[in-house]
């Protein structure tokens, strides 16, 4: 049975910093890319960060917004999706997923390629 939770997300104040995890079980995580992604209420869910993790390569992808400032990781022994969140705005406030997609049968980078979702875990950056 797979599984995906993240945890990690609360309150913080603009200019903070906060980790998230997403922990999985059930699937092969080493041979899974893994994503970030966020959603508010009355708008489409975006990419945050995508770990794309191939065989001989693995290469991590930004939403612009977060360039800089957001660090995708990932830890195989763990089966763990980590997503480091520094010089937090009020704008990153949203609900952020984990999702994960198969490595091969199309691109790391497109979004319907994720097929395993987390529930969830939300962050509020105050101003």
């Known amino acids: 049975q797979v599984q995906v939770a993240e945890s990690g997300g609360g309150l913080v104040q603009t200019g903070g910093s906060m980790r998230l995890s997403c922990t999985t079980s059930?699937?092969?995580?080493?041979?899974?890319?893994m994503g970030w992604f966020r959603q508010v209420p009355g708008k489409e869910r975006e990419k945050v960060a995508i770990?794309?993790?191939?065989?001989?390569?693995?290469?991590?992808n930004y939403a612009d917004s977060v360039k800089g400032r957001f660090t995708i990781s990932k830890d195989n022994a763990k089966n763990t999706l980590l997503l480091q969140m520094n010089s937090l705005k009020p704008e990153d406030t949203a609900m952020y997923y984990c999702?994960?997609?198969?490595?091969?049968?199309?691109?790391?980078?497109?979004?319907?390629?994720?097929?395993?979702w987390g529930q969830g875990t939300r962050v509020t950056v105050s101003s």
């Open positions: 770990l794309c993790d191939y065989d001989t390569t693995n290469f991590a």
């Open positions: 059930g699937f092969a995580f080493d041979d899974y890319s």
């Open positions: 999702a994960a997609a198969a490595q091969y049968g199309g691109s790391c980078l497109n979004p319907s390629r994720y097929n395993y």
